[in-house]
T-cell receptor, first 111, second 118 residues
């Protein structure tokens, strides 16, 4: 699996968009980008994944650069409940449960 | 709620003892993975079970073992506990058991079992 690099921490004002970057410069052509988050003392929660097109669901949007070397997770209107550690993972689609988590980005949403 | 349940939620053991952690996967999922999360770290993949067989293992010694049952529930067993085994143990399920599709990276995690080894 390709290695991903994320900033260790970020702050965001409540109600504003939170943009979380991720670098995956060694990603292979058939590896997807997955995003998970983990709220304190809970299990990780799946957010979104994509291959090369931008993706959007009810939780977030995922923007992947054309060269696929980086991506951005966007939470359009951050709330205090979005405070969590966000993990960006590059993995083959059919890896099943074998995901490699890094250190993630600790997002603090402030009033 | 993910539909993945783990038990027990907390437990305390002493060095050298053995522990069994249990996981019920989400309905319709045939793949179960186990992760270890030490304090302040991201989850680390232990192993995965697909249709009752181990299908991938991370960098963990043989004293970490598992089982998957016909109903797709699973157990994680750790023998000869060490202090460094103190962690949150997470179970995750994925896949669809009737369609035959290959399990995907979209995992549904339980809340974990927090193990303290004294």
């Amino acid at each position: 699996d390709a290695k991903t690099t994320q900033p260790p921490s970020m702050d965001c004002a409540e109600g504003r968009a939170a943009n979380l970057p991720c670098n995956h410069s060694t990603i292979s052509g058939n590896e997807y980008v997955y995003w998970y988050r983990q709220i304190h003392s809970q299990g990780p929660q799946y957010i979104i994944h994509g291959l090369k097109n931008n993706e959007t669901n009810e939780m977030a949007s995922l923007i992947i650069t054309e060269d696929r070397k980086s991506s951005t997770l966007i939470l359009p209107h951050a709330t205090l409940r979005d405070t969590a550690v966000y993990y960006c993972i590059a993995s083959l689609y059919n890896q099943g449960g074998k995901l490699i988590f890094g250190q993630g980005t600790e997002l603090s949403v402030k009033p | 709620e993910t539909g993945v349940t783990q038990s027990p939620t907390h437990l305390i053991k002493t060095r050298g003892q053995q522990v069994t952690l249990r996981c019920s996967s989400q309905s319709g999922h045939n793949t179960v993975s186990w992760y270890q999360q030490a304090l302040g770290q991201g989850p680390q993949f232990i192993f995965q079970y697909y249709r009752e067989e181990e299908n991938g293992r991370g960098n963990f010694p043989p004293r970490f073992s598992g089982l998957q049952f016909p109903n797709y529930s699973s157990e994680l067993n750790v023998n000869a506990l060490e202090l460094d085994d103190s962690a949150l143990y997470l179970c995750a399920s994925s896949g669809a058991h009737t369609s035959g599709r290959t399990p995907t990276g979209e995992l549904f995690f339980g809340e974990g079992s927090r193990l303290t080894v004294l």
